[in-house]
Structures are given as structure tokens and as C-alpha cells.
């Protein structure tokens, strides 16, 4: 393949990521708990030829005070493997990626729901491996206790070896080998005897090996540790990058970290989240950005802000007034940087910085035409700052709907984008190395 | 009479995919199959039970769906739109909040129609009891009405109808709430498998009671002991539905019968005959024992046809199934709707 084709991901949330979303006129408000929305939306993705639709999440309501939670759209969701399971069955191309702990479960239960989720979708599952970092989340598997930051890491390093071992522990043609008498071939099984620091693993998974050798796998860290851990074993980064100059440095420290693990430079695709707005003029795209924007309360987008910071409260300080000096922490270090970072730089106030992160959440916000959304991503994809996007809407099913049919034709008409899938697993969309048969 | 289709890809019998040698039997569509049909001869549930929480260690089973049961349930759920759909998954594996959530997005899913084939844990009664407490307390995290959507106030739910569990107990500790929806059939139907043994948890929490005997008089006696534990735990004869397993060997006339005669290892009570003597078979087991139904384990794929076409049409012929257009599973089971305990003045918190 000469030419180089960005990957799109649509990162799926409820009735959109804007945190208001859910009020707005057009807007289904049960939408995050309707099956039906879901697979509407995956399949608007699909027909716009994405890779993957991504699900993010957290094993808590992510608001302790209930009056502020309950405000919030993104308090209640599906958990996200039962939801791609639904949606797998009921779509064909695009690849399914779920978030998913590796501190509040253990692989082989893991390992086998996302074997069955590749199975049952015919080879487009993947993983987006988290470490879970709040509090709530820990409240909630109490016996297992927050561990810190270097610690939740080490045990992912673990998880993650332990589960690709158990996806690795059926070959290809196990069950009624050719001319066999048996059901299985028992010498294409290889039972995992994992005894390691965090873990013991005795076993094998009841399932046929994955169609695309195995899931994908996914990550967002974005600390040292978090980013080596990406480079020895992801196939999709996300990130969240405001300016091109930050994603270029991310992009380049990242794709440096492969060859340290003998990996090649396309075997790890850099796809930094973008919320776009778009509008069939400039004013149009900015009206919509606005009439979104009216629907944040102040409480709630400063409490969402507050908690990117991984403070308790910020409603001691002036709403008008810049961001107080921050103390060190051991949770989402980089998400809080990157926040600090934008309040200097663009002089925000509190309540600036809360409406403006209440939109993208920390990512890369861009509202115009679909050129204008076109020139932005094709700038970055082409100046070494991003493989791809991980696309988030600001409202579903219409903010998508715009996407794939303004912007889409407009990135295929460039030649930056895929017109038809190259395959049927994820594995083949995104062009990254199968792994040996195992 | 209620009737559930314990599903497997060749049927129960260890020796069925021999005369079914195709890998597609594995996959989702010829699971899908099994399940459609039985949805559309009136079944009102199908039993995904996974080996019960037992994991392989060096070996595959032909009897075994190969497929994590949850995830098999929710993709089932979006293209059988009627039956209910239970699975099984073990305390021992799931953290009770994960659980909590799977189950309760099943039922989202599903929109009210699945149940957790509760499988406890081996060792410690006193966790397993614990556990379940933890994921009703979970799936009360809202009231029935809690969800209320106002735009205009900018209000998703009543926040005074949301309750967080906060429970610190011997085993676990779990703050909740659940971040899932309150489900649309209340809770999830609480199963439970029954052979020997300690059935307190059930007597206790269960709702469907697939009771495993492989004779007659065996049934009769887990039946009867389910009746007394039940009241004896406070709860009423009609809080719960009795389900017995069942093995057809259908025949298809008088004189083929007893062309096989083998006596399959299969856990439930096997029942050769032609439709019509397996249906005077059935309601004669329910009337004797006090049964509300069967579970059908069928030992090959032919069986299960043959029953599904033969056997359930003679049942239907006596009255004995009704045309059901209830829509989650709790109705088809004609289990009440569970009151939320903050409707009902009990203390929720744990």
C-alpha cells in the first residue's frame, strides 16, 4: 500500500461527549441505556468506514455528592463488554473496543470475555487496557484497595502478559482436527501455568482462537511508565493532545519506545482523541458549539474540572479567577499537567477552563466546515502528530451523522482515508502485525 | 407449564458431535438457530450454564458453549427478542460489582429479560450469602422511577432515589451505587441449581429453582425439601417456580421405541418415549411433584427438534402452553416485580 491512510475511531458516549448533551433539544436523554441508540450509532460508523467504535469507562458513579451526579448523563451507562457484545452481532466491519481494568479483575476472566467478544464479532474485538485511578472506583472493590501509581502499573505488565498466554493457548485448528477422531487436538492446546507476582493462571480458554490471531489491544497512558507499557504491548494509542506541538512530542516519543521492544514504527498507531463541530458553514458550526455550551451548569463543569485535576473542590476559588497552584498527585498526572498547561497559556479563567474541557474533556476541539475539519486532521496526520483520530461527537446520533457525511467524503476525496474496509477483522483495518500462531 | 433449553453446540450427550462433525455448530448463528426455534415453540427461557463456574485446565468439552456466557447472553438478547435468557457465572470469579453491573446491563440489553444462574462458591457458604446481598443491594441502587430526565432542570435522576449500598461485611465491602440503570423487570431473576446438599442461599434468595435429579423419586425429594427451606426462610411457595431437568429421547413411533435403549450421561431425568407418552410423562411429573416446569436438556440437536416440533405441539394441544406476549422474563415466570426496599420502608444501606 503507497499510500498512507488515517484510522478513524468513534469514541461512543450515551447521547454525546458534550457533558450536557443529554439536554439538548434534539437529544434522546435515555440514550446511554437504550440498546437500540447503540447500535444505530455503530452502524453510522460503519457506514462511514471506521475502524472502531471505542467505549470508555468506569466501574463507579464518577460523582460522590449525589446532587452533582445526578445531573450528569455519564453517571449511568452499560458496562461496556455486554454492550459490544450486542453490538457485535448486529454489525459486520467495524472494529469493537472496550475499556477495561486490570485492577478489578483477573485474566483469565478478562481474557476470556474479550475471546468471546472476538468470536463473537469475528475477529474485531480490542482492549483498551486501564490501571483505574480514582477513588470511587476503589470504594467499590474495597478488598482489593487502590494501589499506587507504580504498583497498579506492575500489575498490568502482569495482566496483560498473562492474558495475551491465555489467548496464545489455542491454536488455529483445534477443534475436529482434520481426519481426527477426537473433538479437540490436544496437541494444539497450551495450558497456561501462570505463577507470577499478582497472579495465578492454571488453564485454558474455552474458546476457538481468535479470526485476527488476537484482540487488539489498546492504551491511553500517557506517564512514563504508561507509555513504555503502550510501546511494548498496544496496537492503538490514544492520547489527549491540545497543540499540535504537544501531540507532535507525544507522537515521536511514543514511536521512539518501539524500537527498545523490536517493534517497527506502523506496528503502533497514534490516534489522539478529536471533538469536532461541524457545521455546512463556519457560523453554523459555531452556532451549534454555542447552543451546547448554554447547557453547562457551572456546578457541573466545575466539578468535572476539579476532578481531571484530581482535586476535591474547587469551589473555594473565584469562578472568574485563574486556577490555584496544584499539589503533586499520584492519580492521572498527565491529564492534570496538560489542563495547567492550557489555563497559563490562554490565561482561562476556572469557569473558562470547566466550560471548555465540559465540551472535549482535555481533547483537542475543532469547529468549522468540513474542510476546515478536514485541513485540521490531514495537518496533523501528515506533520507526524497522529495515525489516526478517535473521533467524539458531541451529541449522537447527529454529531456523528455530520461526521460521516461531511468530513468523511471530504478526507477519501483527499486520499487520506480508507473508501472501502481492507478486511473484516480490526487487526487487517488498522495494518498492524499479526501475531505468530502461537 | 414453563419451559427452558439448557443450550450446548451438539446437545449433552459427550458423544453428540459426533454425528454433527461441523465447526460452524460452534459459532453464534448455530447457537442463534438453537435459540430462535425455541423461542418460536413458546419457550420462556434458555439456560446458559457454563460448565458451572468450572474452568478448563487442559481439555475442551463438546457439551460446553465456547463462549463467556454473559457476553453470549447480550448478543443473544438483540436477536432472540422473547425468550428470557439465564447464565450462569461464579461468585469465585467476578468481583460483586462487575457482576452487578453485567447482569444489570443484560437486562438493559435484554430489556428485562435476563436471570443470574447463581453458582457459589465452593468453600465459605457465609461469602457466597454475602455476595448475593451485594448485587441485590447493587441493582437497588435505584428506585423504579429514579430516572426522570428532566432537561429543562438539567436533572438525569432524583438524586433522593439513589441509594448507595455503603456495605462493610465479613467478606466484602462494596460503597456502590451502581453506575447501570435500574432494571426494567426490578432485578434480574435470581436462579439456582439444585442437586444435594446446602440450599439455603436458595431457599433464601433463589426465584427459579432448576432442581437436577435423575430419578423420579430423587426429584421428589429435592422438590418437596426446596418447598419446606423456602418457608422455613420466610418466603412464600409462590415466591418461587420449581423447574426439574429434563433428557428426551423422542421417538418418533411405538416401534422405534426402544430402538437405542442406552441410558445417557446426562444430569436430569431421562424420559424416552413418543411425543405424546413424554408429555403424559411431563404432566404427571409437574401434578406429582409440584413442578411449574422443565428444563430440556436435549442430548443431541435431533432430539431437541424433535421435541421442539413434536413434543411441545402435544403439550400445546392439552392447554398446557399458553400463548405468552408477556415481555420480561420475571412476567413470563409470573414472578412478582420486586418492591424496592425504600418503597417498601425497609433500610437499604447495608
Known amino acids: ?32 441505556s437504550d440498546i437500540d441508540h447503540f447500535i444505530a450509532v455503530a452502524r453510522i460508523a460503519e457506514r462511514g468506514k471506521f475502524d472502531m467504535i471505542f467505549i470508555e469507562d ?47 479483575t483477573e485474566p483469565y ?56 498466554a491465555l489467548w496464545d493457548g489455542v491454536e488455529d485448528g483445534t477443534y475436529f482436527p482434520a481426519g481426527g477422531e477426537t473433538f479437540a487436538d490436544h496437541s494444539k492446546l497450551h495450558p497456561v501455568h501462570w505463577h507470577g507476582k499478582h497472579f495465578a493462571v492454571d488453564g485454558i480458554l474455552e474458546s476457538q482462537r481468535s479470526p485476527q490471531g488476537r484482540p487488539i489491544m489498546v492504551q491511553a497512558g500517557a506517564s512514563d511508565v504508561g507509555k513504555d507499557l503502550a510501546a511494548r504491548t498496544a496496537d492503538v494509542v490514544f492520547a489527549a493532545s491540545q497543540t499540535k506541538a504537544e501531540a507532535q512530542a507525544y507522537y515521536a516519543d511514543v514511536k521512539l519506545r518501539l524500537g527498545k521492544y523490536g517493534r517497527g514504527q506502523d506496528d503502533l498507531k497514534v490516534m489522539p482523541g478529536i471533538s469536532p463541530i461541524v457545521g455546512a458553514t463556519e457560523e453554523e458550526a459555531k452556532a451549534k458549539y454555542r447552543a451546547l455550551q448554554e447547557f453547562i451548569p457551572d456546578a457541573v463543569g466545575v466539578a468535572l474540572l476539579a476532578s ?28 492534570q499537567q496538560l489542563i495547567v498547561d492550557l489555563g497559563k497559556r490562554e490565561g482561562l479563567s476556572i469557569r473558562e477552563l470547566a466550560r471548555h474541557f465540559a465540551g ?55 486520499g487520506v482515508f480508507r473508501k472501502e474496509y481492507e478486511g473484516r477483522t480490526l487487526r487487517r483495518n488498522l495494518g498492524v502485525a499479526s501475531p505468530s500462531k502461537g | 407449564m414453563l419451559l427452558g433449553y439448557s443450550l450446548t453446540p451438539f446437545g449433552h450427550d459427550p458423544d453428540a458431535w459426533t454425528k454433527a462433525r461441523d465447526r460452524r455448530r460452534l459459532g453464534f448463528d448455530a447457537l442463534l438457530d438453537q435459540v430462535a426455534a425455541a423461542e418460536a415453540a413458546g419457550f420462556d427461557f434458555v439456560l446458559l450454564a457454563d460448565r458451572l463456574g468450572v474452568r478448563p485446565v487442559d481439555d475442551l468439552s463438546s457439551v460446553a458453549v465456547p463462549f463467556e456466557p454473559t457476553l453470549l447472553a447480550s448478543a443473544l438478547a438483540t436477536r432472540a427478542d422473547r425468550i428470557g435468557i439465564v447464565a450462569a457465572a461464579s461468585t469465585a470469579q467476578h468481583e460483586p460489582y462487575n457482576l452487578a453491573r453485567r447482569f444489570a446491563s443484560l437486562d438493559l440489553v435484554s430489556k428485562g429479560r435476563a436471570g443470574w444462574l447463581v453458582v457459589p462458591d465452593d468453600g465459605d457458604a457465609g461469602r457466597g450469602n454475602e455476595y448475593v446481598d451485594v448485587v441485590t443491594a447493587l441493582w437497588d441502587s435505584f428506585e423504579d422511577d429514579a430516572f426522570i430526565y428532566d432537561k429543562a432542570a438539567g436533572r438525569f435522576f432524583d438524586p433522593s432515589k439513589m441509594h448507595v449500598a455503603h456495605h462493610q461485611g465479613a467478606y466484602l465491602a462494596v460503597r ?159 414472578l412478582a416485580q420486586p418492591v424496592h426496599p425504600a418503597a417498601s420502608g425497609k433500610e437499604v444501606s447495608a
Open chain 1, 109 to 164: 476472566g478478562l481474557a476470556r470475555s474479550f475471546a468471546a467478544l472476538d468470536q463473537l464479532s469475528g475477529g474485531r474485538a480490542g482492549w483498551n487496557l486501564v490501571t483505574s485511578a480514582s477513588e470511587l472506583e476503589a470504594e467499590n472493590f474495597a478488598s482489593s484497595g487502590l494501589r499506587p501509581h507504580s504498583q497498579r502499573y506492575e500489575r498490568a505488565e502482569e495482566f496483560a502478559d498473562a492474558a495475551l
Open chain 1, 360 to 414: 472535549a474533556r482535555g481533547h483537542w476541539q475543532v469547529v468549522g466546515t468540513p474542510s476546515q475539519v478536514a485541513d485540521a486532521m490531514e495537518e496533523r496526520f501528515l506533520d507526524g502528530a497522529a495515525d489516526g483520530f478517535n473521533v467524539m461527537a458531541p451529541l449522537f446520533p447527529s454529531g456523528l451523522e455530520d461526521f460521516v457525511t461531511l468530513v468523511v467524503p471530504e478526507l477519501q476525496r483527499r
Open chain 1, 58 to 104: 468506569a466501574a463507579a458513579i464518577r460523582e460522590r455528592n449525589p446532587d452533582l451526579a445526578s445531573q450528569a448523563a455519564r453517571s449511568t451507562a452499560f458496562e461496556p463488554l455486554s454492550l459490544l457484545a450486542a453490538i457485535a452481532v448486529n454489525t459486520s466491519h467495524v472494529g469493537l473496543v472496550a475499556t477495561a481494568s486490570t485492577s478489578y
Open chain 1, 1 to 32: 500500500m503507497s499510500e498512507r491512510h488515517m484510522k478513524l475511531g468513534a469514541f461512543l458516549m450515551a447521547g454525546g461527549h458534550h457533558i450536557a448533551a443529554w439536554r439538548h433539544p434534539d437529544a434522546h436523554a435515555p440514550a446511554g
Open chain 1, 308 to 335: 481531571y485535576l484530581s482535586v476535591q473542590d474547587l469551589s473555594a476559588y473565584p469562578l472568574d479567577g485563574p486556577l490555584p497552584e496544584m499539589p503533586q498527585t499520584n492519580l492521572i498526572q498527565s491529564r
Open chain 2, 176 to 334: 456502590g451505587p451502581l453506575n447501570v440503570n435500574r432494571s426494567p423487570q426490578g432485578r434480574p431473576v435470581l436462579a439456582h441449581l439444585l442437586e444435594e446438599g446446602d440450599d439455603a442461599l436458595a431457599a433464601r434468595t433463589g426465584e427459579l429453582l432448576l432442581l437436577q435429579a435423575d430419578t423420579v423419586e430423587g426429584l421428589v425429594a429435592i422438590a418437596a425439601r426446596m418447598i419446606r427451606s423456602v418457608e422455613a426462610a420466610g418466603r412464600r411457595r409462590s415466591d418461587v417456580r420449581l423447574v426439574a431437568n429434563i433428557v428426551p429421547v423422542v421417538a418418533e413411533s411405538e416401534q422405534a421405541l426402544g430402538e437405542d435403549g442406552r441410558i445417557l450421561p446426562i444430569a436430569g431425568i431421562q424420559m424416552d418415549g413418543t411425543p405424546e407418552m413424554i408429555a403424559d410423562r411431563l404432566q404427571e411429573l409437574a401434578t406429582a411433584t409440584d413442578l411449574e416446569g422443565f428444563t430440556i436438556l436435549p442430548p443431541s440437536l435431533e432430539m431437541g427438534q424433535r421435541f421442539l416440533g413434536d413434543v411441545v405441539p402435544e403439550l400445546g394441544r392439552r392447554g398446557l402452553i399458553g400463548s405468552r406476549r408477556q415481555e420480561t422474563l420475571r412476567d413470563r415466570l409470573g
